[in-house]
C-alpha cells in the first residue's frame, strides 16, 4: 500500500516536495490545506499553485502516494450531549472509535492508536477482542480533525487530547510520536504538548524512551493493583513488565523529565477497592511524584466484575489523600452510548450477544 501524504511531519512534507523540485512555498501550501484547514483532498482547493497541483495529480495518479483517511461513519452524542462517540472506517475496512467530551467549557478528545489491543487486560472490551493492527499516524491524526470539525461546527474549540481510546499508545510508539509532531506543530493542528496526555499498561521501554527523549507530553500509567499477583490476574501484560520494573522506569521518568505521573486504577468491586489496597497502593507509590485517578469501572460484556460502591471509592480517596497523593475520582459519561474508559468496542459485541448497555457506568474526565 503507498503511504499517504495525511502520514507526513511538517518537515517530511517540505523535504519531499523540494526533493520533487517543488518550492518551500509549496510544501507549506500542502500544510496548511491538509492539517490548518483539516480537508482532506487538497485537490479540492481551486487556487492550489499549478505546479503543487501538477505534482500531486502525478503522484496520486502514478501511486507513489495516496490521500487514504478514515471516513467517519457514525457519530453519536450521548442523552447528556457532554459525550460523543464517533466511528471511523479505515480504508482496509477496520474501525476505530474517537471520543469527543465537554467538561466546563473544556473539550477533550480520546484517540484510539490501535485497531483492537495486544494487551489483554480482562475488563477492558478492547482488550476483549484482541490485537487488528497498529493505526498509522495520519489514521492516528484523522481522529483530531474529526473532532476538530465538529467543535467547529459548534463555535467551539478543541484543546486537549488524550491517548486513552482503542489500544496501547507505547506499543506503537512511532506512529503515535509522528501524529504528535503533526498535530502540535504550531503551524498545523497547534495543540499545546502540555495539553496532551499518554496513557499506557505499562510498557517499560516505551515510558524508558518517553523519559530519554523528553517529549513534553503528560504521561499516565494504568495500574489497577499493587502486587505482581493481583496485578498479572487482570493485567496480562504485568507478566512481561513485572511491578518493580514498571516501578523503576516510573522514577526514572520522574528524574528525568521533573514531570508527575497520573496513576490510573480501575476500581473493581472486591478485587482491588479495599482500604488494605488504598494502603499498599500508597507504599507502592512512596517516593513518587504521582497523581492516583480512580476510575470506576465501567462494566464490559467478557467480564463480570462491578463497579465499586461509592463508599468504597471514596474511601480509597480519602486513603490516598491522607498518604500525600494528589487523587481523583473520575466523572461518569456517556453512559448510554458505550464510550466510557474500557467500554470501546463494547457496544458491537453488546449487540452481538444480544445484551443492551443498560446499567453500564463510564467515566472519562478527572473531577
Ligand atoms: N492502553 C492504554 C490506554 C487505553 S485504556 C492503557 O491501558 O492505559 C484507557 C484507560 O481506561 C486505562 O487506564 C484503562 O485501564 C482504563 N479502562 C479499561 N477498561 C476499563 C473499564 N472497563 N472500566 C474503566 N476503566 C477501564
Ligand atoms: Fe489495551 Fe489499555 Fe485496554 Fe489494557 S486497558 S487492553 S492496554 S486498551
Redesign the pocket.
Known amino acids: 500500500m503507498p503511504p499517504s501524504l495525511h502520514d507526513l511531519t511538517f518537515d517530511q512534507v517540505t523535504r519531499l516536495l523540494t526533493e520533487e523540485g517543488l518550492r518551500p512555498a509549496h510544501a507549506k501550501t500542502l500544510w496548511n490545506t491538509l492539517q490548518y484547514r483539516s480537508m482532506t483532498d487538497p485537490l479540492a482547493r481551486p487556487d492550489l499553485a499549478p505546479p503543487l497541483r501538477r505534482w500531486l495529480e502525478q503522484a496520486l495518479s502514478g501511486g507513489a502516494w495516496t490521500l487514504d483517511t478514515p471516513a467517519v461513519t457514525s457519530d453519536v452524542p450521548s442523552s447528556d450531549g457532554l459525550t460523543r462517540k464517533a466511528l471511523l472506517k479505515l480504508t482496509d475496512a477496520q474501525e476505530i472509535e474517537t471520543v469527543i467530551m465537554g467538561y466546563e467549557g473544556r473539550h477533550t478528545a480520546c484517540i484510539s492508536t490501535q485497531a483492537g489491543?495486544a494487551?489483554g487486560?480482562v475488563?477492558?472490551?478492547?482488550?476483549q477482542m484482541g490485537f487488528v493492527r497498529h493505526l498509522r499516524p495520519g489514521e492516528i491524526v484523522a481522529q483530531v480533525h474529526h473532532a476538530r470539525r465538529v467543535l467547529a461546527d459548534e463555535g467551539k474549540h478543541l484543546r486537549n487530547l488524550v491517548?486513552?481510546?482503542?489500544?496501547?499508545?507505547l506499543h506503537n510508539y512511532d506512529a503515535v510520536m509522528t501524529a504528535l509532531d503533526i498535530i502540535t506543530h504550531t503551524s498545523g493542528i497547534n495543540i499545546g504538548p502540555s495539553k496532551v496526555s499518554i496513557?499506557?499498561?505499562g510498557v517499560v521501554p516505551g515510558i524508558r524512551r518517553l523519559a530519554e527523549e523528553g517529549r513534553p507530553y503528560n504521561l499516565?500509567?494504568?495500574l489497577?493493583a499493587a502486587s505482581d499477583e493481583e496485578r498479572g490476574a487482570i493485567v496480562p501484560a504485568n507478566a512481561k513488565w513485572p511491578l518493580a520494573e514498571l516501578l523503576d522506569a516510573c522514577r526514572e521518568y520522574n528524574a528525568r523529565t521533573g514531570r508527575r505521573i497520573f496513576f490510573?486504577w480501575?476500581l473493581i468491586a472486591g478485587v482491588n477497592d479495599s482500604p488494605e489496597h488504598a494502603r499498599r497502593v500508597a507504599a507502592l507509590l512512596h517516593g513518587l511524584d504521582a497523581h492516583v485517578n480512580l476510575?470506576?469501572?465501567?462494566?464490559?460484556p467478557g467480564?463480570a466484575g462491578e463497579e465499586s460502591a461509592d463508599e468504597a471509592a471514596d474511601e480509597f480517596h480519602r486513603i490516598l489523600q491522607s498518604a500525600g497523593f494528589p487523587c481523583t475520582i473520575r466523572q461518569r459519561r456517556g453512559i448510554d452510548v458505550a464510550a466510557?474508559?474500557?467500554?470501546l468496542r463494547a457496544e458491537k459485541q453488546r449487540s452481538r450477544a444480544g445484551r443492551t448497555a443498560a446499567g453500564a457506568s463510564s467515566?472519562l474526565l478527572p473531577a
Open positions: 489491543c494487551m487486560c475488563f477492558c472490551a478492547t482488550g491517548f486513552m481510546g482503542m489500544g496501547e499508545p496513557s499506557t499498561v499516565a500509567v494504568s489497577h490510573a480501575t476510575i470506576p469501572l465501567n462494566r464490559t467480564y466510557g474508559c474500557g467500554q467515566a
